[in-house]
């Protein structure tokens, strides 16, 4: 059983067409499991402004090395294969022809190359595993990359040969992350722009919408 998604028995089934009317109506964001719905939690200050430094970085190295590809945020979800689960990463890039549909408030893709995601404590251990272990349905999916928001650690798996994953960890200051499915690099310093970590000290969180 999907712990994270799938936690609450009681609530009613969703067909897909009703989960995506729902979100379009609500204007609310939700990830979709086999007919149950999971309401996204709202972010943090520090939470938004990595994403915001990484989507900057990701947009302007993508396009300095003149790829053909899109740089998304956290409103655009990801449909696996079965079209049973919906979910939503914090950021993707997507290559080649477009496999998306963002005709709506309710958009999604379903052939990202690269997906990443920002770790909160609540979400943490299913971000790493149960997720990751759903994106792999994906043919076209290619590198995960783990940011850390309470110390300065990225970590990025990439798929190799057969069914294998490797896994590089970069937390040095002036580390460059390589993301070998791009062939591009991103700097982990940029990342943590104007970040306060937990490493620094403690910062004020505010609650915000993500």
Request: aromatic share 12%; hydrophobic share 35%.
């Given at each position: 059983?999907?712990l994270?998604l ?18 379009k ?15 996204m ?101 290619k ?55 937990d490493e ?10 993500s």
């Amino acid at each position: 059983m999907l712990l994270v998604l799938n936690q609450s028995l009681s609530q009613p089934f969703y067909s897909v067409e009703e989960y995506l009317a729902l979100e379009k109506k609500t204007g609310m964001r939700y990830e979709y499991y086999n007919g149950k719905l999971r309401p996204m939690p709202g972010g943090t200050q520090r939470h938004s402004q990595i994403e915001v430094n990484l989507t900057t970085q990701l947009h302007l190295t993508i396009r300095a090395n003149k790829k053909r590809c899109k740089v998304f945020s956290n409103d655009l979800k990801i449909a696996m294969p079965d079209s049973k689960k919906y979910l939503y990463p914090d950021a993707v890039v997507c290559c080649g022809e477009a496999a998306y549909n963002v005709s709506s408030k309710t958009g999604w893709t379903t052939n990202p190359l690269i997906i990443f995601e920002v770790l909160s404590r609540s979400t943490s251990s299913y971000d790493t595993g149960e997720k990751f272990g759903i994106y792999q349905q994906l043919e076209s999916f290619k590198e995960y990359v783990i940011i850390h928001q309470t110390k300065k650690l990225v970590e990025v798996r990439t798929f190799s040969k057969g069914t294998s994953w490797s896994f590089a960890f970069y937390k040095e200051p002036n580390d460059m992350i390589k993301l070998q499915s791009l062939g591009i690099e991103l700097s982990l310093e940029e990342i943590y722009y104007d970040i306060i970590t937990d490493e620094d000290e403690t910062d004020e969180v505010v609650e915000i919408d993500s």
